[in-house]
């Protein structure tokens, strides 16, 4: 039996993940998730490919809105803004709608970051899609990357483990939601399958970038794991691990949840 083992968002794109135990799936995905974001001067994205230390920003949910942490910094709350001014900020190719918060936010994150930067939020009527290339129903999605979910079997972790030379943890990849009881990289093969309530399709293998390579504790980089994943996880110049989804309802999964395979899937 495949299971629901763990649960994750990132409420501002790039910056440290929470663990939850359930997660609501609303139009763009788990709710929630990535619905906040760091840009330049120019309004583009900044992420840990660039800015490792991103992942020492700790993100969480709060009565007013997102509650943003960093070392050596006192927290502060931001909300929503209501009726602001919409700037176009880029997410890879796209160009998007996004609202402004507040100067005060703004340099707040600037000096976590220690880099001028502003901080946007994904209004409710994003007009955002997947890549039809990928997903020909063009599911809504918020700054992820390209794709809402993205699912990892511990199987698939345990097999890169035995490869390197100290194991490292999940968190390294990311991802929304961790399940057990599939064999190594059978998430690969996945086309529609379930979770708990909610029926899932399987769009899209994951190329990993830089990310991984980053310690989210400290921030420090090495070579690992894509100089090992590049032995035997490569496709084309892709090195892949993990699968990109997309929920076709709205719903609630939680950890427990089984997870269902159709035979031809």
Known sequence: MITVTALHLYPLKGARGISVDSIALDRFGPQGDRRWLLVDADGCQITQRDVPRLCLIEATPSAKGIRLSAPNLQSIEVAPPEGAARRPVRVWDDIIPAAPTSAEADAWASEALGRSCHLVHCPDDSPRRTSPEYDPIGSPVSFADGYPILVIGEASLADLN?????????????????????????????RRFRMGPIVFDAVKPCARCTVPTTNQATAERGPEPLRTLATFRKRGSAVLFGMNVVHRAAGTLRVGDTVEIPPTA
Do not use: C, I
């Open 162 to 190: 035995r490869r390197l030379a100290a194991p490292l943890p999940m968190n390294r990849f990311r991802p929304n939601v961790v399940v057990r009881g599939a064999e190594p990289f059978a998430e690969d093969g996945w």
